[in-house]
């Protein structure tokens, strides 16, 4: 947990920096050697001429040319964080809904420090009621961090972001612009309307392939054989766009519709089987030939 200062203005805000997520939420594997599955250790080499290098005797060097490099200990990167790592100075506020998801790459919870707390709560309630998230800078581990202050439930939640520099711009991915049938778009509209829920629910959603992996290890370790389940056929490819979301909302409409569903789901799989003998294509987007 780390102490840190909003400041805005003249105002200053005492403030304790909490990790909002778990790293050890993953499962991690060690590498072993094969043969008798014995931990393998990981060594640094010399480039120049080939000695392993203990941990002691390494240095920072950054690269400012080929081959040449200016070095940093280990003191003057501690003293020059230690100076940086204070405060979180505000810049400008702007509209919630004004930053772009994209910019966001990590998150931390701020609670109020020590004596800060009426000005934190105070920080907050300004915030929610002018609908503004805050944009600051914050320096720490030798990085200068841009950083976005955000309230939430009556607390701050602190989302590192990407330099502009660091974020792909979009108008570089390509994309066409096909037509779109008013009939396809009203269906589709459809579709998103009957999954639509009310809120973001995330505890109902849970890591399937890790569930599936902790399962076989688990039975790995009370000495079961493990046999590889068959692959799966590839399901037929879908050729018509109207026919799917049709097939798609019938399905959601439960038992009154599920014929329905299993009638046209079969007419999309021939369509999709004669097309796949035919060497004409049928076009995905409206099921006409080319």
């Known amino acids: 947990m780390e102490s840190a200062a909003i400041s805005f203005g003249l105002v200053t805000v005492p403030v304790r920096l909490y990790p909002a997520v778990r790293s050890s939420a993953g499962l991690s594997f ?45 003191e003057e990167l501690r003293a020059l964080d230690e100076k940086a790592t204070q405060g979180i100075e505000i ?17 931390y919870y701020l609670g109020p420090g020590k004596g800060g707390e009426k000005a934190y709560a105070l920080l907050v309630k300004a915030m929610e009621e002018a609908g503004v998230y805050a944009v600051a800078r914050r320096a720490a581990r030798g990085k200068d961090y841009l950083v976005l202050l955000r309230p939430v439930e009556r607390r701050m939640v602190m989302e590192q972001l990407y330099h502009s520099d660091e974020v792909r711009p979009l108008g570089e991915i390509p994309v ?15 579709l998103i ?11 109902q959603y849970e890591d399937e392939v890790r569930k599936r992996i902790e399962k076989v290890i688990a039975r790995k370790v009370e000495g079961e054989d493990i046999v590889s389940a068959p ?9 018509d766009l109207m026919q799917a979301l049709k097939a798609s909302l019938a399905q ?11 009638r046209v789901g079969q007419r999309v799989q021939r369509t999709a089987a004669r097309a796949a003998r035919r060497p004409t294509a049928i076009a995905a987007a409206g099921g006409r030939k080319k």
Request: aromatic letters at 8%; charged letters at 35%.
């Open 176 to 190: 066409d612009t096909p037509t779109v049938r008013e009939n396809e778009l009203k269906l589709a509209q459809q």
């Open 91 to 107: 810049t400008e506020f702007v509209p919630a809904d004004s930053v772009d998801p994209v910019y966001f790459e990590r998150p």
């Open 193 to 203: 309307e009957q999954i639509t829920s009310e809120t973001f629910r995330p505890e």
């Open 30 to 74: 060690h590498l072993l050697h094969e043969k008798d599955n014995s931990r393998l250790k990981q060594q640094y080499v010399c480039a120049r001429d080939g000695e392993v290098v203990a941990r002691s005797e390494m240095i920072k060097g950054y690269e400012y040319a080929k081959d040449r490099y200016v070095t940093l200990t280990d």
């Open 231 to 239: 692959e799966e056929r590839p399901r037929a490819q879908v050729v």
């Open 252 to 262: 959601g409409k439960g038992k009154p519709g599920r014929s329905e569903a299993a």
